[in-house]
């Protein structure tokens, strides 16, 4: 399993880098949710560790122009891992990053994200976290921040812009499921 995990975590990272390392500062930002994410395994099984970060990796492959068909990147990453034959659970944490959800609703996408089953889990909640505490950067910002920075991009009648008025609330309790695992965590290893 080892090999496994190792031979996953690599393509992972090698696909990615061919994707988005074009693309200049996403490069930057996906490289930090990846090792945002490696600090956050800690909140999840042992066995979804890689998972998460072969997503965190993965998540914004989309943007490739090579794959942008639909120009949702969720959905366009999604559909191109599938395709490869990646495992499961990695392409529907890649489908449903972020919230993916909302954004589909605004671009009437909701039947063809709705392929991929979302995943209500300690795995998406960290992929969530790493993703939406790094910014466009790779710098580490509060939830609430990179929310700001996302509004601050796109204009009100924008569907990124429609879909994070909506999503915000909604998924902060992500974030905060994660925090409290952190905690636990802490707790656990100082023996309280």
């Known amino acids: 399993m080892v090999a496994d995990v190792t031979a996953l975590l690599a393509e992972s990272a090698r696909v990615a880098e ?3 390392a074009p693309l200049g500062q996403r490069w930057t930002h996906v490289q930090s949710v990846a090792r945002a994410a490696e600090a956050l395994s800690v909140t999840v099984d042992g066995a979804d560790a890689s998972l998460l970060v072969a997503a965190a990796w ?3 492959i989309g943007y490739a122009p090579a794959l942008a068909a639909t120009r949702f990147h969720p959905l366009d990453g999604a559909r191109y891992l599938r395709d490869e ?25 909701e039947a063809e994200l709705s392929a991929f089953p979302l995943e209500d889990s300690p795995v998406m909640d960290a992929l969530l ?8 950067d790779g710098s580490k910002l509060r939830y609430r921040e990179r929310i700001a920075e996302i509004l601050s991009r796109y204009p009100a009648d924008h569907p990124v812009h429609r879909a994070w008025l909506k999503a915000a609330d909604p998924l902060e309790a992500s974030i905060e499921r994660v925090k409290h695992r952190l905690k636990d965590r802490l707790l656990s ?3 309280l």
Do not use: I, K, Q, Y
């Open 18 to 20: 061919h994707f988005v």
């Open 58 to 60: 993965l998540h914004d």
């Open 85 to 109: 034959g990646w495992p499961e659970r990695v392409v529907n944490l890649v489908a449903h990053h972020s919230g993916a959800r909302f954004e589909a609703a605004e671009r009437g996408l």
């Open 129 to 136: 976290m790493a993703d939406l505490t790094t910014g466009p």
């Open 189 to 191: 290893e100082e023996g």
